[in-house]
């Protein structure tokens, strides 16, 4: 019974937060369904009740370290890292960082991109979760779990509020511990 109420009260939470994600048709070019997550973020419960729930399978597991992607995996990544007792890291675009960094530039649609992390940000073995708003194509995050990878950070999980299943950025990411709230 305990369990049913659980899955229940789970479901409801979802779909509430599912109901707050506006799709904004041809942005940021034609063709593109932006999933704006700002609803969720003006509506206190819905964000504290996201970052609980993407927080919630991680918490067994001593997690030191949590990357978040910029600029939206910062807002969740941050009060996630409270909740599990880690730092925070970001993953920033080039030339946003002071100190030394590692680089990877990687492949989209048209052309390439790159992020960096600072080179002291993690240390060997350290247990890393990774944290982003959403997950399409899974090219930002592969390159984001190589980077830590160059670190020597063990990747215990990734964690995203909205998941674009119908793109499979998934199978980029199957040696790793997937998690998602509001899947399309
Ligand atoms: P990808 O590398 O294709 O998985 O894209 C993931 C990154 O692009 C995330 O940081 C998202 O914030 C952003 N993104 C990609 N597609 C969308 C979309 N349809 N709506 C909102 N953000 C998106």
Not at 132 to 156: H, P, Q, R
Not at 160 to 178: I, M, P, S, T, W
Request: contains cysteine; hydrophobic residues 40%; neutral net charge.
């Amino acid at each position: 019974m305990w369990v049913l109420k659980h899955l229940l009260a789970n479901q409801l939470t979802m779909e509430y937060i599912r109901g707050l994600i506006r799709d904004v048709p041809d942005f940021p070019k034609k063709g593109i369904i932006f999933k704006d997550i700002t609803p969720v973020l003006s509506d206190i419960k819905a964000l504290r009740m996201s970052v609980k729930e993407m927080a919630s399978p991680f918490m067994n597991l001593d997690i030191d370290v949590v990357v978040g992607i910029e600029s939206r995996g910062f807002i969740f990544g941050v009060p996630i890292a409270d909740i599990l007792g880690a730092s925070f890291v970001p993953v920033r675009k080039p030339g946003k960082l002071p100190c030394k960094t590692e680089k990877i530039t990687y492949d989209l649609e048209y052309g390439t991109d790159s992020l960096e992390i600072h080179q002291d940000s993690i240390k060997e073995n350290q247990n890393v979760l990774i944290v982003d708003d959403l997950l399409a194509t899974g090219g930002t995050a592969e390159a984001t779990c190589e980077l830590v990878s160059k670190l020597k950070g063990k990747i215990n999980g990734f964690v995203v509020l909205v998941e674009l299943e119908f793109l499979n950025g998934r199978k980029k990411l199957n040696q790793y511990n997937v998690h998602s709230l509001v899947k399309y």
